[in-house]
């Protein structure tokens, strides 16, 4: 942590975030130069920021607060969010308020920070522990790349094809979400815009090739209406929950959609890009919860459900089995 005491360290983070803020983006230079401080320090005033729940983003143009940060509708503006976020930081440091509080608390100022998370106090608990961090060398080549437009050659653990892959890309966009960092770019092996979590990035070197971003490329508009960091093409998502997993669902607050309660039920619409992450959410719900629309979902959901079925057929099997003979 810095070595400013907390007061002072405070107002130097609000007096960098209001920099930010004062500009659609800042270069890292000219914060650099405000500040007096070299450009690691800044990218630790970064980290503290995004640490404290305040997204800061890289990008070619310099450093950003995301449009997206607070929800549309919400009491407080951008600012004065993040700087009660950055308060309960100082008071869980102080041990003021305990985690579970603060995140609680930090949720009901910046929901659409932790829009598809249920359980905000079991995040605080087991999320920190699970998290892989960056490889800082490889993080600072990709700030580097992003700011310089200059393209790399990355190696990455590709958990959506099990395997180690060698890639060439042109890095847009450095994304801090969830407690881990991603960097949007241009894949010349795909020949398309993907999104890559840093912490996967096992080695990355400069190719002294550079780039030009997609005119048409917009990082606000790559995750609009991602339920979390995963981009597509944008789908209608009619969702319908039981007594059991309803009241959970009326909690949230959805930036592109809205949530109610008829006839017993609890029914969620949203707008959404990438399917897979909203499968993967509503499928912790079990049979308490079902897709009606679209199609694709439901059989997306449908087919996993199915191997499930077949995988755990035999200890169904069994079960029946012992409950025939006692």
């Known amino acids: 942590m810095n070595a400013k005491s907390p007061p002072a360290r405070l107002i130097r983070l609000i ?3 209001r920099a930010i803020q004062s500009r659609p983006s800042v270069s890292v230079k000219e914060l650099a130069e405000r500040f007096d401080a070299a450009p690691n320090t800044i990218f630790r ?9 305040v997204p800061v983003d890289v990008t070619s143009n310099g450093l950003c607060v995301p449009s997206a940060f607070v929800e549309r509708g919400q009491p407080f503006s951008s600012h004065e969010a993040a700087i009660l976020s950055l308060g309960l930081s100082l008071l869980e440091e102080k041990s003021a308020v305990d985690a579970e509080t603060a995140a609680a608390l930090r949720h009901k100022l910046m929901p659409q920070r932790d829009a598809n998370l249920v359980d905000i106090s079991e995040r605080v608990r087991t999320e920190t522990a ?3 961090p960056a490889d800082t060398g490889v993080m600072r080549t990709l700030r580097e790349a992003v700011l310089d437009r200059i393209r790399l050659r990355i190696v990455y653990a590709s958990l959506e094809r099990g395997e180690t892959t060698e890639r060439e890309i042109s890095p847009y966009t450095l994304v801090h979400r969830r407690e881990s960092w991603y960097a949007i770019a241009w894949c010349h092996e795909r020949e398309s815009v993907r999104t890559f979590k840093v912490s996967r990035v096992q080695s990355a070197a400069r190719s002294h090739e550079p780039f030009f ?7 606000d508009d790559y995750l609009l209406y991602s339920w979390n960091i995963l981009s597509g093409e944008p789908n209608v998502v ?3 929950f039981d007594k059991t997993a309803g009241p959970l669902i009326l909690e949230k607050r959805l930036a592109h ?14 707008i959404v890009s990438g399917l897979d992450e909203f499968s993967w959410w509503i499928m912790q719900y079990g049979e308490h919860a079902e897709v009606l629309q679209p199609r694709e979902l439901r059989r997306k ?11 755990y057929a035999d200890t ?11």
């Open 238 to 240: 009619l969702a319908r």
């Open 15 to 17: 007096e960098f975030l």
């Open 257 to 270: 959609g809205r949530v109610w309660k008829e006839q017993g039920f609890v029914y969620l619409r949203a």
């Open 213 to 219: 971003t997609d005119p048409e490329y917009d990082p």
């Open 45 to 53: 005033y970064v980290d503290e920021l995004n640490g404290a729940g």
């Open 301 to 311: 959901i449908g087919k996993r459900c199915a191997k499930m079925a077949e995988t």
């Open 130 to 132: 699970m998290q892989t």
């Open 316 to 326: 169904l099997y069994q079960r029946s089995r012992r409950l025939n003979h006692d």
